[in-house]
């Protein structure tokens, strides 16, 4: 079993493999895993988004598709057989097909997009062999921005959606294949803090020096540094947070529209509606209604 007081940082690979013990029984599971609250049978991928009860757990088992796994929100552990990676909100995880894994959720919960790549696309895109190799984890950087960018595309499911998604995996498939150590990938450290900060207090009244003077850099410098990691402003970085929040409140929660607006740290519901709107293509309303029935 997994111990969850033990602290784990984002994305640590362990060298004890946490199914050691386990019966293993490898169930060939395919998404949804978790109350399901969408799905998306494209022609090359299946997206499924997904709701996990704080502290569950899935038992060990393999996805009969190479996957990736996006983090909307909430926490989780995933344990292969000699690995361990630590995800949290905006995270990606990528992992071969038949890759056998157990996952232990956190005091939270998560909520999760999971995408599936059709077999024989996936043979037919260069590099994808390489990109699926082992089982990682990317906590910053441009492969989570764009896994962010198709989750709300997933949303607005227009005529264009799909074509648009389709591009976002392509580039995501590729960059990853470029760089396949991930060493390219990683931001400096007081960008990572930066982050953080913003995914902490993302509710609260944050302002940009503040956060610059925290992690002891000039503001400007801050600022042009998380938008050409993050491809978006720190502030465009906050609202997404406080839309995304909102959007799990709107699902798992009947509080009003205007209550939710407020504690998302909105000035007024109709600032929260036109947000929203522009995130994800529908409004507050529509939105729980269709999550919700």
């Not at 392509?170 to 400096?188: D, M, Y």
Request: charged share 20%; proline share 5%; glycine share 8%.
């Amino acid at each position: 079993m997994i111990n969850m007081n033990q602290k784990t940082e984002p994305g640590l690979i362990s060298n004890a493999g946490c199914l050691s013990g386990l019966v293993r029984f490898a169930n060939r599971y395919s998404p949804p895993l978790g109350q399901q609250l969408d799905r998306w049978r494209m022609k090359h991928f299946v997206l499924t988004e997904a709701l996990h009860a704080p502290e569950s757990a899935v038992p060990p088992h393999v996805h009969r598709a190479a996957s990736l796994t996006f983090i909307i929100r909430g926490s989780s552990v995933e344990c292969f057989e000699d690995s361990r990676l630590a995800a949290e909100p905006g995270g990606l995880l990528l992992r071969p097909a038949g890759e056998l894994h157990s996952d232990r959720f956190g005091q939270r919960g998560a909520q999760l997009l999971t995408i599936e790549i059709d077999s024989n696309y996936a043979a037919s895109v260069d590099g994808f062999g390489k990109v699926f190799q082992r089982p990682s984890y990317f906590s910053e950087g441009i492969l989570p921005s764009l896994a962010q960018r198709i989750y709300h595309e997933s949303k607005t499911r227009d005529t264009a959606a799909e074509l648009i998604i389709e591009g976002l995996m392509l580039e995501l498939l590729g960059t990853v294949s470029r760089n396949s150590r991930g060493s390219a990938l990683k931001p400096p450290a007081w960008l990572v803090k930066a982050k953080r900060i913003c995914t902490e207090q993302f509710r609260e009244s944050i302002h940009l020096s503040d956060i610059a003077n925290s992690v002891g850099v000039h503001p400007t410098h801050l600022a042009r540094s998380f938008k050409k990691v993050n491809n978006l402003t720190l502030g465009e970085y906050v609202r997404q947070l406080r839309i995304d929040w909102a959007a799990g409140e709107l699902v798992q929660t009947n509080d009003s529209i205007t209550d939710l607006a407020v504690a998302a740290g909105f000035y007024d519901e109709s600032h929260f509606i036109r947000s929203f709107k522009k995130q994800f293509g529908l409004s507050p309303r529509r939105y729980r209604l269709l999550n919700q029935s």
